[in-house]
């Protein structure tokens, strides 16, 4: 007399074992889990540049945005910058913190040094998700943008329509009042 399983039996197994592992991947959506990641990664990096400038304006006697504005002669789509002359997103590529990057102030001139080493580049990187910033050198107020795409940050908790800024389809901070530079 042999022992061991049937092939019915084993075909069983193998079907409740592929209908469980349907069922995890359904339930935990691995595809919405990376877009929480690098949603998180946007909402960290657009507010530690936010506290960078925030201290620099605090630190610096005089700040100037005009005078430390970012060059225009990169290509790329992983940040940009827009100026008071045109509402269209000038890419770059520059993450240095010396007022050549996407963020228009020299950040080296903090006392103690640059609060942060480099500037933050969108995990993602495209003409849909990039970081932009503008600046009102009158005011001294800037603003920082994003585009966030899970459905956790952007619809269910809507960040991006409740963070205060005039764009209900873009995430903003800064200290701009109403962020609708």
Do not use: H
Not at 30 to 35: D, G
Not at 66 to 91: E, L, Y
């Amino acid at each position: 007399m042999k022992k061991g399983f049937t092939l019915v039996e084993l075909l069983i197994v193998i079907g409740i074992l592929a209908i469980l592992a349907t069922a995890a991947v359904v339930v935990l959506n691995p595809v919405e889990l990376l877009r929480q990641a690098r949603d998180s990664q946007r909402l960290a990096d657009l507010d530690t540049v936010a506290a960078a400038i925030s201290l620099w304006l605090a630190d610096e006697p005089n700040p100037s945005f005009s005078d430390v504005g970012p060059n225009s002669d990169s290509t790329g789509a992983t940040s940009c910058f827009f100026t008071a002359s045109s509402s269209a997103c000038t890419v770059d590529t520059d993450y240095d913190v010396d007022g050549t990057g996407w963020v228009g102030v020299n950040f080296t001139q903090v006392s103690g040094g640059s609060p942060i080493e480099t500037l933050p580049r969108d995990p993602v990187g495209s003409a849909t998700y990039f970081y932009a910033f503008f600046a009102n050198d009158t005011a001294k107020t800037f603003e920082l943008n994003t585009t966030l795409e899970s459905t956790k940050f952007a619809t269910d908790e809507d960040l991006d329509g409740t963070d205060g800024g005039d764009d209900a389809a873009v995430y903003e901070v800064g200290n701009d009042p109403g962020l609708d530079l």
